[in-house]
T-cell receptor
Framework: DSGVTQTPKHLITATGQRVTLRCSPR?????VYWYQQSLDQGLQFLIQ???????AKGNILERFSAQQFPDLHSELNLSSLELGDSALYFCASSVEGAENTEAFFGQGTRLTVV | GQQVMQIPQYQHVQEGEDFTTYCNSSTTLSNIQWYKQRPGGHPVFLIQ?????EVKKQKRLTFQFGEAKKNSSLHITATQTTDVGTYFC??????????FGKGTRLSVIA
């Protein structure tokens, strides 16, 4: 158990809909990262938050947004969903920026868009 | 897109054979991390290398960081079925804290 909790584990929704994925980082970790993993693809970095503020942005679509709340949990919002958004979405956390410390990954949320 | 290249993409070995995966970056990395993802699981941190030419060992796993800090390798001696999974290297790139390679998927045939 990494200590990072993601909910829900599975999500099936229709095209055009909006979903929210939730992540609770390890106790004490200030950084939260979101990654997308598609079939046979590596881990694509989406966005990082540090202590409530956006720190780094990757290839995140405009239809996607995220935030980190004062209690440090984070949510990833995906809207106007398309079939191609079907993927495994991982949240990871670390004490500081992951360039200096290891990142702990949650179990992921498997999103299926039908 | 990916800026950390990893090869091979797939590797099938007989149990007991050795396995190596390579990671290459076009630019110098301040450090490199390795992760393992079991089938159906999530990435799990294995190790971080920071120094030029650094070599670290974890039982049957040997990790190396190149002298120029642009490449790295993971070598597994005498693979076991428990080694099955995808091995990723990852490093900081620009303002992105961790850019992952596409990984090497290891299959071990008993």
């Amino acid at each position: 158990d990494s200590g990072v909790t993601q909910t829900p584990k599975h999500l099936i929704t229709a095209t055009g809909q909006r979903v929210t994925l939730r992540c609770s980082p390890r106790s004490g970790d200030l950084s939260v990262y979101w990654y997308q993993q598609s079939l046979d693809q590596g881990l694509q970095f989406l966005i990082q938050y540090y202590n409530g503020e956006e720190r780094a942005k990757g290839n995140i679509l405009e239809r996607f947004s995220a935030q980190q709340f004062p209690d440090l949990h984070s949510e990833l919002n995906l809207s106007s969903l398309e079939l191609g958004d079907s993927a495994l979405y991982f949240c990871a956390s670390s004490v500081e920026g992951a360039e200096n410390t290891e990142a702990f990954f949650g179990q992921g949320t498997r999103l299926t868009v039908v | 897109g990916q800026q950390v290249m990893q090869i091979p993409q797939y590797q099938h070995v007989q149990e007991g054979e050795d396995f190596t995966t390579y990671c290459n970056s076009s630019t110098t990395l301040s450090n490199i991390q390795w992760y393992k993802q079991r089938p159906g699981g999530h990435p799990v941190f294995l190790i971080q290398l920071v120094k030029s030419g650094e070599v670290k060992k974890q039982k049957r796993l040997t990790f190396q960081f190149g002298e120029a800090k642009k490449n790295s390798s993971l070598h597994i001696t005498a693979t076991q079925t428990t080694d099955v999974g995808t091995y990723f290297c990852a490093g900081p790139k620009g303002n992105t804290p961790l850019v992952f390679g596409k990984g090497t998927r290891l299959s071990v045939i008993a």
